[in-house]
């Protein structure tokens, strides 16, 4: 039993930590984080599981490694439970955010567990431990290789070649897909990494064979040739930082007295990312049509912003001044808190759930008490490692723990000041706390506790365990029904009708705690209902209709009541009202009602003040619609729709002339915008300009050459202008567009008549 339990704790660890950085599975919606984080949870619990096991059942005892940092990740690993009590949307932060899934408890808990497994259960090479350090390094350097190699064929198209044979996913044959997450930059960083730990591995070691020798090499130089090709800065700001550091630090610590040549490689690498950070190499060698320089782009919220939205989420509350807004709830910071200026930008109608910094991630949904608690923790590790390298005499004596270890971590480190935290990345950096920890063996202490004495301990000790590992059982039974959920709702997507329903039913009923499978089946239900009304009167299923648009009203407000301070539920609810005003009575309150509340969550989104004034529009209250049209314009001078409704607004009191030039203005400013195109040729036609109305609708035939109405009005300003050929010639064409349309038809016949006279 001791042998099979030390087996389960051997493998797993070994398992997790070669496979976390290459797992994927293209059955989920998201076929990275979510994936990875099911893997974490299930081998780190079961390995941990196993450990106690062992320990308490088989060696009657409890063995325990402890060292000063343990008291430090035990304060931060408490903070985040507290953060979670007491976060503004519960859901995301057990779980993470959906889409992104590595900032939630369960992650964070999961990786808790790591450390100490890894405290505990690993040793230097000399101590009979179960794992090995110089094990969990090969196995993460083995992961990096295949990594590196799959990245190659992606970036060159081998697996696009690959598919037309094979039938891959249509994921893997993208220029973009790695294995570590789901952009090159976040591969970049990673690579970063890497080759700190390469270099690390490299320089601590006293004689290395030729063939791992050329292994370090090749996986350097492969890393170091996808890095260039990327050219994410940050990545290269990243290395440089770790790297000079190491440098500055083993030339004041004499580290390399006896081989300064070791410093070679760092410093030499050190001055390849200053020399990529300012030329940007694959600028200069590639021209602007190569696929290479046209590799899609990660977008990253700014460093200056990400503090911006942090320091004023922190600053909100005092409970947020302590605790934060909750793990996982960046996205509802950011909504709330950004500031007006990002609407001028062409990212304004991203909701950016991730900060570009991971410690202002911590102050934003930890708050300071949990920004304090992780500056402690990093603070200790760096006092600690110093203190042990501050008498190091023959660097051979710490391979390959201490120096490629603190080489990683400073990395990381470098890492989480410009970049987020992804599942891989919070990996290895909890990874090589423990693995730092068992390097240090001077402040790690042993403690023993035997039940030999105490067989009444023992029992209940044994107890302990036994309900533990059913609790386990019992949340895996859990975690498999939601991961079933996540598969349906991902084959739904891109479906229609009974299909699509049939998938989302089905995801619910496993999983009825997720707000975006009640958001999908909502809008899915109100699809069904207006493709019901679009049919000819006597056609139409009225008690269909009336069901479908019920049971839309009935999921959008389901996912109100579950995340209720996400503006995404009370924007969907909006739209549910809005779509079903001319169905049902008070639709149109009710909808004004659902967009000031999503308001209280973003108040700085011009299409909610917009939406609102649209539903004021329809109720006739024409001063109030003005008035957050007026509003979403000062959030978004350029916004168009709000710009064209207003027009609209002025039309409708017979003021054209000034709704032309609010319309004339817009197009100056949005030459492409069709829309503002199309009603701007409406009014000039209604305002007797006949001539400027058939510019404006051929412009916009022009960039959308099958829009029905703007070759219909073309249509009715030709024959306007008695010309009878060209004004058929368009009604023709809308004719193709819509095939049977009787009014079309009488048009054509009427005009040809009037040509034969």
């Given at each position: ?173 993208q220029s973009t897909f790695n294995t570590v997450t789901g952009s090159l930059e ?115 919220l700014s460093q200056e912003m990400s503090w911006d939205v942090s320091f004023k ?445």
């Open positions: 039993m001791q042998r099979f339990l030390n087996l389960i704790v051997k493998y797993g660890v070994y398992l997790l930590v070669f496979l976390l950085p290459l797992f994927f599975l293209p059955f989920s919606f998201e076929a990275f984080e979510f994936n990875k984080q099911y893997l974490l949870f299930f081998l780190s619990t079961l390995a941990f599981f196993a450990w106690l096991a062992k320990m308490i059942v088989c060696d009657k005892e409890i063995r325990f490694r402890s060292s000063p940092l343990d008291y430090f990740v035990l304060g931060f690993m408490v903070l985040a439970i507290l953060s979670t009590v007491f976060s503004v949307d519960t859901s995301s932060s057990l779980y993470g955010f959906y889409g992104r899934f590595s900032d939630g408890l369960i992650s964070f808990l999961s990786m808790g567990i790591l450390y100490f497994l890894i405290t505990n259960n690993t040793g230097t090479g000399e101590d009979k431990k179960t794992l090995k350090i110089g094990g969990i390094l090969k196995a993460i350097l083995w992961s990096s290789g295949l990594i590196v190699l799959f990245s190659y064929f992606s970036i060159f198209g081998v697996f696009a070649k690959l598919g037309q044979w094979l039938s891959l996913p249509a994921l893997i044959q976040g591969l970049s960083v990673f690579l970063a990494v890497i080759i700190c730990l390469l270099v690390g591995m490299m320089a601590s070691s006293k004689s290395i064979s030729k063939i791992k020798n050329f292994g370090y090499w090749l996986l350097l130089l492969g890393s170091l040739g996808l890095m260039v090709i990327i050219d994410f800065t940050a990545s290269w700001i990243i290395l440089l930082a770790a790297l000079v550091s190491f440098v500055v630090l083993s030339l004041w610590k004499r580290i390399f007295k006896e081989n300064v040549n070791k410093l070679l490689v760092p410093v030499s690498l050190s001055l390849i990312s200053v020399l990529c950070i300012v030329l940007n190499p694959m600028n200069l060698i590639l021209s602007e049509d190569s696929s290479l320089s046209n590799l899609p782009k990660e977008q990253v989420a922190s600053i909100d509350s005092v409970k947020n001044g302590f605790l934060g807004s909750g793990l996982g709830t960046f996205h509802h910071d950011f909504a709330k808190y950004k500031p007006i200026e990002i609407n001028n930008s062409w990212l304004w109608q991203i909701r950016f759930d991730r900060p570009g910094s991971y410690f202002a991630e911590i102050l934003a949904t930890m708050g300071f008490l949990g920004l304090l608690a992780y500056v402690a923790l990093i603070g200790i590790f760096l006092v600690i490692g110093g203190l042990l390298l501050k008498g190091i005499k023959d660097i051979s004596e710490t391979y390959p723990f201490q120096i490629p270890l603190l080489l990683v971590f400073l990395a990381l480190l470098a890492s989480q000041f410009v970049y987020y935290q992804n599942t891989t990345l919070g990996f290895i950096f909890w990874l090589v706390l423990g693995l730092s920890m068992v390097s240090w063996k001077k402040p790690v202490k042993e403690r023993v506790k035997t039940f030999n004495e105490f067989p009444e301990l023992s029992l209940i000790f044994s107890t302990i365990v036994i309900i533990f590992g059913i609790a386990i059982l019992a949340v895996y039974f859990f975690a498999v029904k939601f991961y079933l959920a996540d598969v349906n709702y991902s084959k739904a997507i891109g479906l229609l009708g009974e299909q699509r329903v049939e998938y989302l039913t089905s995801a619910i009923k496993l999983n009825p705690y997720s707000a975006r499978y009640h958001s999908a089946i909502s809008l899915t239900y109100l699809y069904e209902a207006l493709q019901e009304m679009q049919k000819a009167t006597e056609e139409q299923n009225t008690a269909q209709i009336q069901t479908l648009v019920a049971q839309s009203i009935e999921e959008a407000k389901t996912t109100s009541i579950l995340q209720k301070n996400q503006v995404a539920s009370w924007e969907n609810l909006g739209v549910v009202y809005r779509e079903i005003i001319l169905l049902a009575q008070g639709a149109a309150d009710w909808g004004i009602d659902s967009f000031k509340n999503a308001l209280k969550y973003e108040p700085t989104n011009p299409v909610l003040y917009t939406e609102i004034g649209k539903l004021y529009a329809a109720k006739g209250e024409i001063e109030s619609a003005k008035e957050f049209f007026k509003k979403a314009k000062e959030m978004k001078s350029d916004y168009a729709e709000a710009t064209i409704q207003m027009a609209l607004l002025l039309e409708s009191e017979d003021i054209l002339d000034q709704a032309i030039t609010e319309l004339e203005e817009l197009v100056i400013g949005n030459p492409l915008n069709v829309d503002a195109r199309f009603q701007l040729g409406r009014l000039y036609f209604n305002n007797n300009q006949k001539e400027e109305a058939i510019e404006q609708f051929k412009i916009v035939i022009l960039l959308v050459p099958d829009h029905s109405n703007a070759n219909y009005s073309l249509g009715i300003a030709y024959a306007a202008q008695n010309e009878i050929e060209l004004a058929i010639a368009q009604f023709e064409k809308v004719l193709e567009l819509n095939p049977g349309n009787q009014d079309v038809m009488q048009k054509i016949n009427d005009l040809k008549g009037e040509e034969e006279e």
